[in-house]
């Protein structure tokens, strides 16, 4: 363990950063905010630390309405780097390991990590966190890993489409359906509707990998045709009822790339 000076940035993420880089080993994050916990997301993009994480229910939850930050945080729980627990006690923002405990403390146009080696100090605070997190309820993102859905995509559906979904979830800043911000179902449908896929193949994957269910598919399906962003053509079948081919309903959404594809239909539901 190298950490024994303070550490300032200019955003959270440097001071973040910086930190796992040096502590070589694993670490506690107590009490992040919803910012903290993207600053951590987009340190551990970058280095190979693994983050153990206690946070409020309410800022978790609020995690996980966002899905491009859900599933980034999945991806790394797949891969046993990050653990998100539930732990409503209110704290100061610290990282805790064995041998010393940083405070994040945002300053203006700054951010400051300070730290202390103090070992009663570290020991303490050590042991009641390392206690506090093995008691903590584990939290459910209830979203897939990026990988997995990339990969289960393009099994399914092709790889046109899974890059076209990921480079629409690209152009977006947050994937949360509020107001005029597109959900993670609209997108996918968009994405197949320019690729002029299935509704029941793109449904199918959807509930299948937990992005969705069939049902919510179904309604925001419904839900863009009413507004004339999409277009449904019966495809008969051998067996059972004609399925759905899904089509792009408004002239100003062909012929753009996916990226531009979100940013029109932004505009267009924003009216």
């Known amino acids: 363990m190298s950490i024994n000076t303070n550490v300032f940035g200019e955003r959270i993420e440097d ?20 910012e903290t916990l993207e600053a951590l997301l987009d340190v551990l993009d970058t280095t190979t630390a693994s983050v153990k994480v206690l946070a409020t229910e309410s800022e978790l939850k609020e995690l996980s309405r966002d899905f491009k930050l859900a599933s980034r945080a999945a991806d790394y729980e797949d891969d ?22 940083t405070a994040l403390v945002a300053g203006g146009s700054s951010v400051a990590g300070l730290t ?5 100090f570290v020991a ?20 897939p890993g990026t990988t997995h859905v990339n990969e289960t995509l393009t099994e399914s559906l092709g790889e ?13 800043d947050t994937a949360r359906g509020d107001d005029s911000d597109l959900s993670e179902v609209t997108i996918a449908l968009l994405v197949a509707a320019k690729n002029e896929e299935l509704l029941y193949d793109i449904s199918k994957w959807g509930e299948d990998t937990g992005v969705a269910s069939k049902a919510t598919f ?39 790339s996916a990226g531009e594809l979100v940013s029109v239909a932004q505009s267009v539901l924003a009216k």
Not at 15 to 34: C, F, K, N, R, Y
Not at 95 to 101: I, M, P, R
Not at 160 to 172: H, P, R, V
Not at 224 to 238: F, Q, S
Request: glycine residues 6%; proline residues 4%.
């Open 15 to 34: 001071v973040l950063g910086e930190i796992l880089a040096e502590s070589g080993g694993e670490m506690l994050l107590v009490d992040p905010t919803v």
């Open 80 to 101: 046993d780097r990050l653990s998100l627990r539930v732990y409503d006690e209110p704290l100061n923002t610290v990282l805790v390991a064995d041998g010393f405990v």
């Open 116 to 120: 202390t080696t103090d070992e009663s």
């Open 124 to 143: 303490e605070a050590y042991e009641q966190h390392t206690t506090a997190f093995e008691s903590a309820e584990p939290f459910d993102l209830r979203t």
């Open 160 to 172: 046109q489409t899974a890059t076209d979904f990921e480079a629409a979830l690209d152009a977006m």
């Open 218 to 256: 179904s309604r925001t399906k419904t839900n863009l045709e009413d507004r004339g962003l999409i277009d449904t053509e019966k495809v008969p079948i051998d067996v059972g009822r004609p399925r759905l081919r899904l089509q792009l309903g408004d002239d100003r959404l062909t012929d753009v």
